[in-house]
Nanobody, 125 residues
Framework: QVHLVESGGGLVQAGSSLRLSCAAS????????MGWFRQDPGKERQFVGH????????YYADSVRGRFTISRDNAKNTVYLQMNSLKPEDTAVYYC??????????????????WGQGTQVTVSS
């Protein structure tokens, strides 16, 4: 069983940066692509982006493209979400998620099998 733990969230002002981490245990993360999602209370979970197993390919939602960057360090079993130029509308709980092995996973949360507990990001105006 794989276990994911997000960290790095917090309260920041608009225009600031944060880096979220997702540490995996129980399985070698290099077997998996990784997705990042976010969710506001009462709203559906929203795709932020994903990265392939090697880290050579990443794709982002339009709302974050150019501001957010996903990277990974497979030696540390960790994936990162660097968030720059944060806006109040980026406020949400952020989750990392694993699709099945050897599958990239798309924008649909149902494509992902394992989820972290989430970390809160709050951006004040």
């Amino acid at each position: 069983q794989v276990h994911l733990v997000e960290s790095g969230g917090g309260l920041v002002q608009a225009g600031s940066s944060l880096r979220l981490s997702c540490a995996a245990s129980g399985r070698t993360v290099s077997t998996y692509a990784m997705g990042w999602f976010r969710q506001d209370p009462g709203k559906e979970r929203q795709f932020v982006g994903h990265i392939n197993r090697s880290g050579g390919y990443a794709y982002y939602a339009d709302s974050v493209r150019g501001r957010f960057t996903i990277s990974r360090d497979n030696a540390k079993n960790t994936v990162y979400l660097q968030m720059n130029s944060l806006k109040p509308e980026d406020t949400a709980v952020y989750y990392c998620a694993l699709p099945p092995p050897l599958v990239l996973g798309g924008a649909n949360p149902q494509e992902y099998q394992h989820w972290g507990q989430g970390t809160q990001v709050t951006v004040s105006s």
